[in-house]
């Protein structure tokens, strides 16, 4: 079982890949939250698998609410459990934190990944998408980053395997409960009417169920999970986080060939 978690699809297009690899079969945790469906059994032998983005420097914090209510029956000390983060360039002490989240409900993560993917993050000042060229060499090399991940995986080794960057404890353990405190808020997204079409596609990309369309536009309600797939995939990019985004380019996952 792989439960997974995406916004711009980055994540949503990994855990695709190794579902097909490793033969596995995917849950969303955002329909696991937004529906409240927690219990899940695993077959003998089966393994259990994490896929997301790294946010801040550590996990989505959307897979720590999950962790919280998660019920696997047929988890023995023996399954074996596995994370897959994509990031956009490094995740700093994600697999401490994970580790520790994962080991105060009761699992034991072996496996440890990340795929470098192109970059969503643009609501601060100094954060942009990545150029194109740099985007779509990312994208080239995910199939082989992947394919090599899977077979790790089909081996049960117990290993980790993640781009951490520099300045790791600062980033993980100082900025990011600052950002999660500060920076994870649904307020500052606006929609200029006058740009907005009602098109409906941020209700539709929206994977909490956080947006709703009214006559002048979509009204945010307060349950984000900062995922940005709202602001990327407005296709005509009427969607801003407060005053950082206006000139910045937009970005969701699309597979090049
Ligand atoms: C709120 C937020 C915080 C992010 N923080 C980081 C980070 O700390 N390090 C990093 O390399 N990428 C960061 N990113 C970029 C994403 O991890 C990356 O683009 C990821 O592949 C997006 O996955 P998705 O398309 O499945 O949503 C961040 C993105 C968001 C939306
Ligand atoms: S996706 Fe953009 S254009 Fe479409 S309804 Fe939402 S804000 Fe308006
Ligand atoms: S409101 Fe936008 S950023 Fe928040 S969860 Fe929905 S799509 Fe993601």
Request: glycine letters at 20%.
């Given at each position: 079982m792989i439960l997974w978690f995406s916004g711009t699809g980055n994540s949503r297009y990994v855990a695709q890949q190794l579902a097909e690899q490793l033969n596995e079969h995917l849950v969303s945790v955002a329909e696991a939250i937004n529906f409240e469906k927690f219990d899940y059994t695993l077959q003998p032998g089966e393994m259990l698998g994490f896929v997301f983005p790294t946010y801040s420097w550590g996990p989505a914090p959307i897979m720590l609410e999950l962790l919280q209510n998660l019920k696997v029956a047929?988890?023995?000390?023996?399954t074996y459990c596995y994370m897959v983060t994509t990031c956009g360039d490094d995740v700093g002490r994600s697999v401490p934190i994970f580790t520790k989240a994962l080991r105060k409900h009761g699992f034991t993560l072996q496996g440890a990944f990340s795929v470098q993917m192109p970059n969503n993050y643009i609501?601060?000042?100094?954060f942009y998408v990545d150029e194109k060229t740099v985007e779509q060499k990312k994208l080239r090399a995910a199939p082989e980053r992947i394919e090599n991940v899977a077979m790790r995986i089909a081996e049960h080794r117990c290993t980790t395997d993640v781009v951490?960057?520099?300045w790791r404890w600062v980033k993980s353990h100082i900025i990011r409960p600052g950002f999660r405190r500060y920076a994870m808020s649904d307020k500052p997204f606006h929609a200029d009417p006058a740009v907005c079409s009602r098109c409906g596609k941020c209700v539709e990309v929206c994977p909490m169920m956080n947006i709703e369309l009214t006559d002048n536009g979509p009204k945010w309600?307060?349950?984000?999970?900062?995922?940005?797939a709202c602001l990327h995939y407005c296709p005509t990019r009427a969607i801003q986080y407060?005053?950082?985004?206006?000139d910045k380019g937009r970005y969701f996952f699309r597979k090049i060939n």
């Open positions: 047929g988890y023995t000390p023996a609501c601060m000042k100094g951490v960057g520099r309600q307060g349950k984000c999970a900062m995922c940005l407060g005053k950082q985004t206006q």
